[in-house]
């Protein structure tokens, strides 16, 4: 599985962005799929997850009520949709996927990354 994530860029606060990630080779139809990001100077932290079956999703308590994970089997995409983003939201995300149909919030768990991309929002 490679996945390539695409959307970022610079938007001011209160603005939205929408990431996509792109999954090519063996299909991950039933695979769990996360977003994590990487802040300068931070270390990677969770972002959101969504089961392989796409009914169960999790979100950090940061982003929570603000961005929404959810994927589509059939273009073996996911997506992230980022509302009223703040300055702290600034970082590289990465989505990722594990071969298992339960999501985690645990970066190790995950068996293949993108390459990431870089949101910056300016206050």
């Known amino acids: 599985v490679q996945l390539q994530a695409s959307g970022g860029g610079l938007v001011q606060a209160g603005d939205s962005l929408r990431l996509s990630c792109a999954a090519s080779?063996?299909?991950?139809?039933?695979?769990?799929l996360g977003w994590f990001r990487q802040a300068p100077g931070k270390e990677r932290e969770f972002v959101a997850a969504?089961?392989?079956?796409?009914?169960?999703?999790y979100y950090a308590g940061s982003v929570k009520g603000r961005f929404t994970i959810s994927k589509d089997k059939a273009k073996n995409t996911v997506s992230l949709q980022m509302d009223s983003l703040k300055p702290e939201d600034t970082a590289v995300y990465y989505c990722a996927a594990r071969a298992k149909l339960s999501s985690s919030t645990d970066g190790p768990s995950y068996d293949y990354w993108g390459p990431g991309t870089l949101v910056t929002v300016s206050s």
């Open positions: 080779g063996r299909a991950f139809s039933n695979y769990a």
């Open positions: 969504i089961s392989g079956t796409g009914l169960s999703t």
